[in-house]
Structure formats: structure tokens, C-alpha cells
């Protein structure tokens, strides 16, 4: 059941990747980008309603983020935590990008920032990681891991890199702030994620 | 495999590599039917990776939100940014009406007498007491409200200030309308002026008030 007061609109990553859009598509993505802006001044000022139609829209984003970050052990509560510590920074949050923008990144932050407090043992940023990790941790043909399951077997540092970059689309100068490495380490990290993810195109 | 030319190949793909090292791996290319057949498996790795589909978690996380950010426990969210913003922006009204009002009242008297309909004094003889009558007593009570909320700890510390400090200055613009009414008791603008600053205040602070009052 729909909560009351629900209104559908698409997420910003569904308007912002339809090229090609009609008119009448414009018109309603427009439509829809307006209604998420009302929600999240409504929201700022304290709408739980509001607040629950952003969460609406953007949690799926948001948890397969979580989840390709930091494993689907820690996804709910991780996104837990993002849409909760949105509520209380939205007073900060100045329209200059689009919300979705805003949130992604508060939730790129904020799973990095509880990774380093959950996990003791540091994350390895050297450039052999990911190769051996993946070599030793190989899949037999007949467990089938699909390319999202394998990039879940990725080790940590060449896992976080390769979703910022091929997926979130940061580049490796943000990627390397944000981990606290080097622009090069970044690369070198993605080319060795996307080598061991080869053998998993067509899953 | 990993040499000097399957490294560059992620660069390559992603247009980072610069000039001279593209030119030479592009001959090398030409050349070495195993890179291109890895160079194209990169791309369709990173294709691959740019439609992957978000997926939505199995269970509704909204109970769980809905509850952390419940009433009472959102309080001090919306406290922390809204009374300051709230009142930095009225505050902010009342200084460019108050430099008017700075203005008016270093006029010279003639000039004034002849700005206005016969500068005939609008609220009488006491024009001052007339023109905040209608706030004083709202304006009392709200500020006992806010105090109580001061010494409760229902408001943060942040907010105090910004509160204290803003109030202060609106106080400062009161009492600048005064002085200007004292030197010039039958200006309909000063009035005017000090019925309106009296008036944002009382406004302020009912907003900081319904703010600071838990929502449901």
C-alpha cells in the first residue's frame, strides 16, 4: 500500500540517463524534478512525508551502492544510516546539484567513513591485490557468479575503486581523495578489477 | 598477463592516456591480436558496469528511518538550521529597513515636514509606546517560551547563540527607531518603521517557537 500523500517520480539517474527524450518526456521529467525539489525543502523543513517520498525514489540507488561497497551483510543498515544522516544534514543541502547527486555522495562518504571503523584490518591498495585475491579466490565455471556477484569478490580496495569509477563516476583524482591514495594507485587499482572481471562478462 | 602495454590498456580505454603513449600503444594494437582481444573485453567490463540495474533491498528500511528521525528525536535537526536561517534572513530585512529609518531621521526637519501628507503625527502624542503596544505583550511571552526552552536544553547550543544574537541585533534596531522617534515624534515613516520591526520580531520568534515545538 502507498503511503499517503505518495507521488511517482523518477529517480535523477533515470532523467539524467534518457537521452533522446520526447518533449512530453522532457515535460515530465521536468514535472518530476519540481516535485523532488518541493520534497526536499518540504523535508528540510521537517516533512516526514516528504522525506519518505525521497527515500522512495532514491533507495534502491542507494542500497546497491551500499551493497557493492561494502557487502550485502552491512546494505540495510548502511542505508539506513545514509537516509538518516540526510534527514539531519538536508539544512546544509544548498540545490546546487541535484539532490540524488547530494545524497550519492553523502552515502559514498559515509560507507567509507564506517568501513574504517568496522574492519581492523586496513584495506589494501597495492597493486597486487586484486589480481591475487581474485586468482586465489577463482570460481569454478559451475557456481556461475554472475558479474555483480563477482564484483562482490573483489578485494576491498580494488572493489571501492572500480565502483566509484565505473560506476559512480568519479574520477581518480576524487576517487584518490576520498580513499586517501594517489590518482595513480586508482588507476592501477581499476585496470586490475576490471581484469579479473573479464571471465565474468555474459553472467 | 601484465606488461607494459596490457597496463595502459584501462587508460587507454578510458581516454586518460596522454598523446605519445596513445600513439605508441595504438601501433602495438595493430599488431597484437591478444591485446585487442583484451582491450575490447575491458570495455565491455566497464559497458557492463554502467547498466548494471540498481536493486531495491528485499525489506522496507522506512520503519526503521521513520522511527531514528521521529518527532523529538528530529528536533534538534531542524532547530540546528532552520531558527538561524530563520532568523538571519528577517534579520537581515530589518537592517536594510533600519538604514532607512538611520536616514530618515538625520533629515532635515523642514524636509521632512514637507515629505509626508502635512507630517501630521499618525498615532497621536505618544507615538513611540503606540507603536509597540500591539507586540509588547506577545512579544514578552515568546521570549519567556524561548527562554524556558534556553534553560530545558530543548535548544542547542548553536541555536542559542544565533538566537541571541539575532534578537540582539533586531533590539538594536528597536531601539535606533526610538532615538529617531524621540528626535522626530511625528514621523509617520519612523512609526511606521518601528511598528514593522516590532512586528518581524513578533514574527521571529512565533516561527522559532512553532519550530522548537516537537511536530507530529
Redesign the interface.
Known amino acids: 500500500m502507498q503511503p499517503f500523500g505518495w507521488v511517482t517520480y523518477p529517480s535523477q539517474?533515470m532523467i539524467e540517463s534518457a537521452p533522446g527524450v520526447g518533449v512530453a518526456t522532457e515535460r515530465g521529467d521536468r514535472a518530476a524534478a519540481d516535485a523532488e525539489t518541493a520534497d526536499v525543502a518540504l523535508a528540510?523543513?521537517?516533512d516526514?512525508r516528504a522525506?519518505?517520498r525521497l527515500?522512495?525514489v532514491h533507495?534502491?540507488?542507494i542500497?546497491?551502492l551500499a551493497?557493492r561497497m561494502a557487502g550485502p551483510e552491512v546494505?540495510?543498515d548502511l542505508?539506513?544510516d545514509v537516509?538518516?544522516r540526510a534527514?539531519?544534514k538536508?539544512?546544509?543541502f544548498r540545490g546546487e546539484a541535484a539532490f540524488g547527486s547530494w545524497l550519492y555522495r553523502l552515502a559514498v562518504n559515509l560507507i567509507l567513513a564506517q568501513r574504517q571503523t568496522r574492519n581492523a584490518e586496513p584495506v589494501r591498495y597495492d597493486a597486487g591485490a586484486a589480481l591475487e585475491t581474485a586468482q586465489a579466490g577463482a570460481v569454478e565455471p559451475e557456481l556461475a557468479l554472475d558479474?555483480?556477484e563477482a564484483?562482490g569478490r573483489l578485494p576491498d580496495g580494488a572493489r571501492q575503486v572500480?565502483v566509484l569509477h565505473?560506476?559512480a563516476g568519479y574520477k581518480?583524482e576524487e576517487i584518490a581523495a576520498l580513499l586517501g591514495i594517489v590518482p595513480g594507485t586508482s588507476?592501477?587499482q581499476?585496470?586490475h578489477a576490471?581484469?579479473a572481471?573479464?571471465g565474468y562478462?555474459d553472467r | 598477463?601484465r606488461d607494459q602495454w596490457t597496463?595502459q590498456?584501462?587508460?587507454y580505454v578510458d581516454e586518460?592516456l596522454a598523446d605519445a603513449e596513445r600513439r605508441a600503444l595504438d601501433a602495438h594494437l595493430t599488431g597484437c591480436v591478444s591485446c585487442r582481444v583484451?582491450l575490447e573485453?575491458?570495455r565491455?567490463?566497464?559497458a557492463?558496469?554502467?547498466v548494471?540495474p540498481?536493486?531495491?533491498?528485499d525489506?522496507d528500511?522506512?520503519p526503521?528511518?521513520?522511527r531514528?528521525?521521529?518527532p523529538g528525536r528530529?528536533a534538534r535537526?531542524?532547530l540546528?538550521?532552520?531558527v538561524p536561517?530563520l532568523l538571519a534572513a528577517g534579520v537581515a530585512l530589518i537592517l536594510v529597513s533600519g538604514g532607512a529609518a538611520w536616514i530618515a531621521a538625520r533629515r532635515p526637519i523642514q524636509a521632512r515636514a514637507t515629505a509626508g501628507p502635512a507630517g501630521a503625527p499618525t498615532w497621536g502624542s505618544s507615538p513611540v509606546w503606540r507603536s509597540e503596544a500591539p507586540y509588547a505583550a506577545a512579544i514578552a511571552q515568546l521570549e519567556a517560551a524561548l527562554d524556558e526552552g534556553r534553560k530545558s536544553g530543548t535548544l542547542d547550543s548553536a541555536t542559542v547563540l544565533a538566537l541571541v544574537h539575532s534578537l540582539a541585533t533586531i533590539d538594536t534596531a528597536i531601539l535606533d527607531a526610538r532615538h529617531a522617534l524621540a528626535a522626530d515624534p511625528a514621523s509617520a515613516y519612523l512609526n511606521h518603521h518601528l511598528a514593522d520591526t516590532m512586528r518581524r520580531k513578533l514574527d521571529l520568534l512565533r516561527q522559532a517557537t512553532a519550530?522548537a515545538t516537537p511536530?507530529t
Open positions: 539517474r528540510a523543513s521537517g516526514g522525506f519518505e527515500y522512495r533507495v534502491g540507488r542500497h546497491s551493497r546494505a540495510d542505508t539506513q537516509f538518516v534527514w539531519h538536508l539544512g546544509t558479474f555483480e564484483i572500480f565505473d560506476l581518480h588507476k592501477s581499476l585496470h576490471r581484469m572481471l573479464r562478462l | 598477463m597496463d590498456l584501462s587508460d586518460e583484451l573485453e575491458l565491455r567490463v566497464r557492463n558496469a554502467r548494471l540498481d536493486q531495491a533491498p525489506r528500511l522506512w526503521g528511518i521513520a531514528a528521525i521521529a528530529s535537526r531542524a540546528a538550521f532552520s536561517q519550530i511536530r
